[in-house]
């Protein structure tokens, strides 16, 4: 190179690099019990902050583990924890895509990888709640009509605790963004994005993993026998006659306020001795 002006990203990339394999190893073991090396620099600083990260990062594999081996434990089906952890897995590249198009550019900092940690406890608590409203309605039934009953009363009991855990949550780190401080502003929209996102696809996909699951053990449960396929009809055809019979008296009593708001008829009804009766 010419000078510091010639081709800066060039030398840019080598004097980090150079960081990296031999400066940083250097420093890092030159201290002693009789000496002690200080050391400071933007890029040393950055990268020795960046390896830091990186290195804490590696506990959410841990952490990963362990609350896939607690979802298992509490769905008590692994299809359904591979599913849930698959889902909230999903909205940190999604993120990822949304922080790259807002900032223009494909860098990410170190500490957005620390949002793996907070991702999967929330993520983890939104399935818990969808999941224990959706067994505790496991009574009602298993047909379609009764799935279909099920999922939108699930999405009622437990839609709005969900949203209003994720709401607060994102809100609170979307409030960084009026820091002045570059890479907190950063960091604060990741992981306001990262919940949104996480809430997103728990809270639209999870439930119809619940269905499909539930239709697939239901089937199982229909092959061991005759009995089951007709508990299932009966079932249906209990739900049906309700429905239907639900119906016919909201039918009937339209008529019978039709009635009663007609004049003519309410006269006759008078005169017919039916007057009491009516009243």
């Known amino acids: 190179f010419s000078g510091p002006q010639d081709r800066p990203k060039e030398q840019e990339a080598l004097y980090q690099k150079y960081i990296a394999k031999h400066l940083y190893p250097f420093l890092k073991n030159a201290s002693t019990e009789a000496i002690r ?3 400071y620099g933007d890029y040393i600083s950055s ?3 960046e390896v830091t990260v990186w290195h804490d990062s590696l506990h959410a594999v841990g952490s990963l583990l362990f609350i896939f081996v607690y979802l298992m434990v509490h769905l008590r089906s692994p299809l359904l924890a591979a599913s849930a952890l698959s889902l909230i897995g999903l909205s940190f590249p999604l993120s990822y ?6 900032y223009g550019h494909g860098r990410m900092i170190a500490i957005n990888f620390l949002s793996l940690f ?3 406890g929330v993520g983890a608590d939104d399935v818990f709640v969808l999941n224990d409203v959706w067994v505790n309605s496991r009574p009602h039934g298993a047909g379609d009509t009764a799935l279909a009953r099920r999922l ?5 009991k437990a839609g709005s605790a969900i949203f209003a855990t994720s709401a607060t949550t994102a809100m609170s780190f979307f409030a960084n963004l009026a820091s002045s401080i570059g890479p907190l502003r950063q960091f604060g929209f990741f992981m306001g994005t990262c919940i949104t996102m996480n809430w997103v696809l728990v809270a639209t996909l999870y439930p119809l993993v619940l269905v499909e699951h539930e239709r697939r053990y239901r089937g199982r449960r229909s092959a061991s026998g ?3 396929v007709g508990s299932i009809e009966m079932e249906e055809q209990l739900v049906s006659a309700s429905l239907a019979r639900t119906g016919a008296e909201d039918a009937e009593a339209q008529e019978e306020m039709e009635q009663l708001s007609s004049g003519g008829k309410w006269t006759n009804s008078c005169e017919n001795g039916d007057g009491a009766h009516a009243v």
């Not at 895509?97 to 807002?102: A, D, F, I, S």
């Open 97 to 102: 895509t949304l922080y790259c198009l807002v």
């Open 47 to 49: 990268y020795e902050i």
């Open 152 to 156: 939108w009363s699930m999405y009622r």
């Open 118 to 120: 907070v991702v999967l």
């Open 37 to 39: 090396v200080y050391y």
């Open 226 to 228: 005759v009995r089951a």
